[in-house]
């Protein structure tokens, strides 16, 4: 991809989730690399990997509303608060190419995988982001020990959309570049497929605002892909 930079960084173990020496024995590539589209993220750009589009965290229906304007046939989104949940129940009751489940995604995430028969597409947006997020109290209390804590709650979700297939294409939401727990999730990756690469895109929530969010979402894809 034009303008794309490569960064090279030492992998984690998911097991451990520390460095021995710089680099983890256990970990399965010594090295690996992610490439910075410097693109902004868009579900469209992921549609001809999958038909089916699976969000964690639904909040007012913002992401449905993209993945059926990007085409996906099958869209399954879960989402805890209950405000949020009964909008996006009345807003898409009527369209069946969308299923909706209430509670943590770690609880819906293998009910939402039952009938899922090939690769696809997920958006892991499911953590507290803001006051206004699932959990934010919960948080406030237990801090990274919360279930709606970004760290806990998408190991969580990795772990068992990683045990379903190997081949998913999975995009990971407040990245906002490599950090310590960036590296865990690339191991856990490269532990079920070492063929996955890694890719940094930008988000820009609204063009009028000129806000862009620099390597803000990780996305892993499968190299057979």
């Not at 690996?32 to 693109?39: E, N, V």
């Not at 007012?60 to 405000?83: L, T």
């Not at 489940?101 to 009938?115: A, R, V």
């Not at 390597?215 to 190299?223: H, N, Y």
Request: charged share 25%; net charge negative.
């Amino acid at each position: 991809m034009e303008n794309e930079k490569e960064s090279q960084l030492p992998v984690v173990s998911a097991n451990s989730g520390t460095l021995m020496g710089g680099i983890d024995p256990h970990s399965y590539l010594n090295r690996t690399a992610i490439t910075h589209t410097g693109k902004i993220m868009s579900f469209r750009d992921f549609r001809k990997y999958s038909p089916i589009f699976i969000e964690t965290g639904a909040s007012m229906g913002g992401g449905i509303v993209q993945a059926i304007e990007a085409e996906y046939q099958i869209v399954k989104s879960v989402e805890a608060k209950d405000d949020y949940f009964q909008h996006c129940v009345n807003n898409f009751h009527t369209d069946s190419r969308v299923s909706l489940y209430h509670g943590l995604s770690k609880d819906n995430l293998e009910k939402m995988l039952s009938d899922v028969k090939e690769p696809a597409v997920f958006w892991l947006d499911a953590h507290v982001s803001g006051s206004n997020s699932a959990g934010y109290e919960d948080w406030l209390e237990k801090g990274e020990e919360s279930d709606y804590a970004q760290h806990k709650a998408l190991m969580a979700e990795l772990s068992i959309v990683l045990k379903h297939r190997n081949d998913h294409v999975v995009l990971v939401d407040d990245q906002n570049g490599v950090h310590e727990t960036t590296k865990i999730y690339i191991d856990m990756f490269l532990s079920v497929n070492p063929k996955y690469k890694f890719y940094f895109y930008d988000e820009q929530r609204d063009p009028r605002e000129g806000a862009r969010y620099k390597d803000k979402i990780l996305v892993a894809i499968p190299e057979t892909q």
